[in-house]
């Protein structure tokens, strides 16, 4: 990402206009606040399912599916009462802005185009809707040519050596290093969003929408890198042409962007850490004296969510604390319909009656292996054959495994695939694991509902006693889970 940046100029995204070009003002049609979304699968070729991802107003990620038909497939709709990030979440990692009351039709990726194909009822989104597949191509070549070190040499690297890149960029043990070559990635992508700008036909919405993606995926991984870092002394200077300022974290019309939440909560983190905080409480009001408006409430409510998602009681003082202040309330309504759930949530019987099947064709109720394993910790990896992240993360699960493979630990694999010839052809890397098994009725299943696991990859850490430690820890490539094992393995 790379230009002397213009002054970070705050507009309302809420009421965004999508011109049919740039010259173009005419507003879209609010009223029925809804995307509708429809698959047009070829039965004559070889087509992957289409899972698709987006995040909730209250920080959820939601999944939408659908798998090869005869014909079309019965069209879905989501809120779209402001643009959405629609993220494909099987193939290649790719994002899509997409606009209130756009009807999109998709293609799916065969051996012809291996990126999904999407067409708009909107004029002129061709282009558009193609700029995360070229910025991705860009950002891979990127990394090609700038951090070789950290990726093979003999090809292009694909999305998992990208991701693998920059998480060497953060934890760069020179931190300043780390930053040079974030800021020279921002910098780079910075200056294709101008090229592609210049070259292509894009509504200046559009542009204002990525631009502000871009440099919201910057601040997250320089507050990350920062946070991991032994000194954690934070002068602005380092951050060339960003633009920082105290008002870069209040942006309240930059929630529906996903960099825009990693990078609050980041900076949020980062903070914590720069003052040695360690309680919720003082997280907490850390979070209420440092933010503002909707931005304050977004964070806020994540810490109280967070203890929802560790299966523990919501702290009652704080609950009333963030309602005096709270404006959403969705995020009211979800706290409370949520602390009620748990206070009726019995920890031994997590699954329910959750069937699964076992690689021989048996049915099997996986409250029955869960206990077959009392007086150990148990480690669930949630993953499913399409999930490219899941794929990725199999490896480090397996070096996980074999790293306290002499300690009272157990680690079972729950496929979410719909299909089993699905299941049985992928996960090379578990296919001997014992415990390895799909889940029927997938994301329907009791476990899915009762955990409310609505994105995977997704690991629950169960303690000796049956108690959920955690019900959504670090992922295996995280050093952050060896330290809450370690806890759990502790008499």
């Not at 309330?329 to 069937?355: C, H, Q």
Request: hydrophobic share 35%; charged share 25%; glycine share 2%.
């Amino acid at each position: 990402m790379k230009i002397n940046f213009l002054v970070f100029t705050v507009f309302i995204i809420c009421s965004c206009n999508h011109p049919s070009d740039k010259n173009a003002n005419r507003s879209v049609n609010h009223s029925e606040d809804t995307i509708q979304i429809s698959v047009k699968f070829n039965s004559k070729i070889k087509e992957e399912p289409v899972n698709l991802l987006f995040l909730s107003k209250i920080d959820d990620n939601k999944i939408i599916e659908f798998y090869k038909t005869d014909t079309l497939s019965v069209a879905q709709k989501i809120p779209g009462m402001i643009p959405i990030f629609l993220l494909d979440w099987s193939i290649n990692q790719n994002y899509y802005v997409l606009y209130p009351n756009e009807k999109i039709l998709i293609s799916p990726a065969n051996d012809t185009f291996q990126y999904l194909r999407f067409s708009s009822s909107l004029p002129n989104r061709n282009d558009e809707l193609s700029f995360f597949e070229k910025l991705g191509k860009h950002d891979i070549s990127f990394y090609c040519n700038h951090a070789k070190k950290g990726l093979i040499n003999n090809e292009p690297p694909n999305k998992g050596d990208l991701i693998m890149a920059r998480m060497k960029n953060k934890k760069s043990a020179n931190t300043s290093t780390a930053i040079g070559r974030i800021d020279s990635f921002f910098h780079s992508r910075i200056d294709f969003l101008l090229s592609y700008k210049k070259n292509y036909k894009i509504s200046d919405t559009f542009y204002r929408i990525v631009e502000r993606f871009i440099r919201y995926d910057y601040f997250a991984d320089i507050f990350e890198t920062l946070s991991n870092s032994d000194n954690r002394q934070f002068d602005k200077k380092i951050l060339s042409g960003s633009d920082f300022n105290d008002g870069i974290f209040n942006c309240d019309s930059c929630l529906f962007i996903p960099s825009y939440r990693w990078a609050l909560s980041r900076y949020s983190d980062f903070l914590m850490k720069q003052k040695a905080i360690s309680t919720l409480s003082d997280s907490f009001n850390l979070v209420k004296d440092s933010f503002k408006n909707n931005s304050r409430d977004y964070l806020l409510f994540s810490i109280l969510k967070t203890q929802i998602n560790k299966l523990s009681k919501v702290d009652s003082t704080l609950l009333l604390a963030f309602k005096k202040i709270n404006t959403n309330k969705e995020y009211a309504t979800y706290l409370d319909e949520n602390s009620s759930y748990l206070n009726n949530v019995e920890k031994s019987r997590m699954s329910g009656n959750t069937i699964v099947m076992d690689r021989a064709g048996n049915k099997l109720d996986l409250q029955h292996i869960l206990e077959t394993h009392r007086n150990k910790v148990i480690l669930i990896d949630f993953w499913a054959s399409w999930c490219k992240p899941c794929i990725y993360e199999l490896p480090f699960s397996i070096k996980l495994h074999e790293k306290f493979s002499k300690n009272d630990i157990v680690f079972i694999y729950l496929s979410m695939d719909k299909k089993l010839s699905d299941w049985r052809g992928s996960g090379k890397e578990i296919e001997s694991e014992k415990e390895n098994y799909i889940v029927l009725d997938s994301f329907d299943s009791p476990i899915a509902k009762k955990l409310k696991i609505l994105g995977i990859p997704r690991y629950v850490l169960i303690d000796k006693q049956s108690a959920v430690i955690s019900a959504d820890a670090p992922r295996p490539s995280d050093v952050g889970i060896e330290s809450l094992i370690n806890k759990a393995l502790v008499p």
